[in-house]
DNA sequence: CGGCTCGTCGACAACGTTGTCATCATCTCG
DNA sequence: CGAGATGATGACAACGTTGTCGACGAGCCG
């Protein structure tokens, strides 16, 4: 700029104001100053205009990870809308371990992110308290994060409860729940709209049909189930991973997945789910987010989602 | 900074000394000095160290569509190397308009990226030079950029044709291409390998059997065809969103995919893919962006890395 | 004991912007 | 014609770091 300055014959502070545009520079002067510009391939250093600004136009999101097509969805979500608002988009993938997530919250924190928008992995949040009263906005998306911090949410427990009264409708009364373990939240929630449809139904909850883990056990927990006496007739599975594990097995039963995933049209029945909208998801994060920083106060809200129930097929089989 | 300087009653570079673990100060001056970042929740200000230092520690990442598993596999595995590098990366989706990759590409430079790794969408990239000659590196990967600059593409040319040919070896002599429109790189790469496939086999070349275009004409494209007095017998499709398009026809025709996906292997039959291996793009990209950022020299490279025949059934199967 | 090195520390400038205020010429109006 | 308003421009400080260099005392050696 000192250059652009010194070729145009100006001062400083001149260039600077035609480079923002700012009233009060002659027509000449800044043709003058734009030429000097173009010559010169000027381009305004962004990080000595935030130190000195204090906004940096940039947002943090910190997800489970990118390649994931739940979380990817929320990704590009996110990114239109900040592109929408002028912002750019740090983002970094946990991998589920909170002391990543950790490392990379405080990073972008260091870098004067304006705001973050974060699906929590962790269960202790604490270490965002300092950042909160410095300033930073955050919103919590698909998890609580135990913070009184915005939060997006799917409807968990209801899209859960939907899948599987739907199941009952059809003729179900041993129904299989498998999904992902108890410490994660949206796996109890998910859990708990189980039960409550069972107990809607006046059925018996039977924790023998109920399997939580990782993904990687899902398919011999089924399995397990099927050599009871009594074996499941249907089942609810939790998460897409968890979905594919059981198609993997191979065991054509009747199915109520929870998440929506590519080609789920394709297989043979089709796999009836209940879906999430991740991109909803993350627009609603992201659009919060946006409105806290333009100066909106209030209490943080809760937004919980709605699900939706896609019939395709192998929820709608009955018992055989 | 100046506050804890204050507060521990020692010189402003004296912290800056403790916070930069740089030698020469005294243990008890040092716990002092860590006691006042503690008591005050000092957190080093990065827009200032950048503007300071000139290296910002992040790359800047352009692709086409975070929300698609193949970006997103690049995506991943872009941030895992910059992670491992002390980077952080900032991202942005193009959705195939130059100008917007255009805007994300400028505005990562005027905040001063270290280095860029694009997925070119337009041809035109001569505002990079400018850039380029600041000392910004780049890299390009899955489509050269039209610039002599470091580039890691999948071996498409090479892909197509051993998946042709695996058609051809299960005896098949009329095989459709189904693939993305002319104007992109890899399309025509995989078209070239379909034809050297054929030529090899001494098969004739038959306009009327290939298809190119977006997506959504794919289906009718392909139903074209089959109406014909001397229909294909299978069909190779250029990418994945292809594929789907055509499986959705629901003819099930023998057929071969450039790209892996998601089940590909739980449809009836499976579907047998060339697979490129997004992931390796991806870091093989970055880490030839560190390596550069490193300061190493010489030639702009040109990485092509090997596709893999995966059989899963749809490729395996006889004319009927 | 004088000069030397070494360890520790601080003063100061600089990075590239932008906000504040001052300057100066020109114009307007009574 | 003089006072004040207006428009254009510039000088300077400040944002929060870090690099450079110099100061100061302690310890060492000859």
């Known amino acids: 700029m000192k250059d652009v300055a010194a070729a145009a014959e100006v001062a400083l502070k001149t260039v600077s104001r035609v480079v923002n545009e700012e009233p009060g520079v002659n027509a000449a002067t800044a043709a003058r100053v734009v030429a000097a510009i173009e010559r010169l391939g000027y381009r305004r250093n962004e990080s000595a205009r935030v130190l000195r600004k204090g906004r940096t136009a940039s947002i943090g999101l910190v997800i489970e990870d990118v390649a994931d097509p739940f979380y990817s969805g929320i990704s590009r979500a ?33 870098r004067r992110v304006d705001g973050l928008i974060i699906v929590p992995t962790g269960s202790d949040h604490e270490y965002l308290l300092p950042e909160l009263d410095a300033g930073i906005a955050a919103v919590f998306v698909d ?87 009594d074996p499941p007739t249907a089942v609810f599975t939790g998460n897409s991973r968890i979905t594919v594990a059981v198609l993997r097995t191979g065991h054509r039963l009747p199915m109520v997945a929870f998440d929506d995933f590519e080609l789920a049209d394709l297989l043979v029945p089709g796999v009836t789910v209940v ?23 209030g209490t943080p809200e809760r937004i919980e989602l709605p699900t939706r129930l896609i019939p395709r097929g192998s929820g709608e089989l009955r018992p055989s």
């Open 275 to 297: 879906a999430q909208d991740p991109v909803r998801l993350g627009s609603t994060a992201a659009e919060l987010l946006f409105r806290r920083l333009a100066g909106e106060l």
């Open 78 to 110: 996110v990114e239109d809308v900040a592109l929408r608002n002028g912002s750019l988009v740090l983002s970094g993938s946990t991998g589920k371990e909170p002391e990543r997530e950790r490392g990379l919250v405080l990073t972008f924190c260091s």
């Open 143 to 229: 998890r609580p994060g135990g913070l009184d911090v915005d939060t997006v949410l799917s409807d968990n427990s209801g899209g859960a409860r939907t899948g599987v009264t739907h199941l009952i409708r059809h003729g179900h009364r041993r129904i299989a729940y498998v999904g992902d373990s108890a410490s994660i939240f949206t796996a109890t929630e998910r859990l708990y709209g189980y039960r409550h449809a069972l107990r809607d139904a006046g059925l018996p909850y039977d924790e023998s049909l109920v399997a939580t883990g990782p993904a990687e056990q899902a398919g011999t927990a089924l399995t397990g189930m099927l050599s009871f006496d």
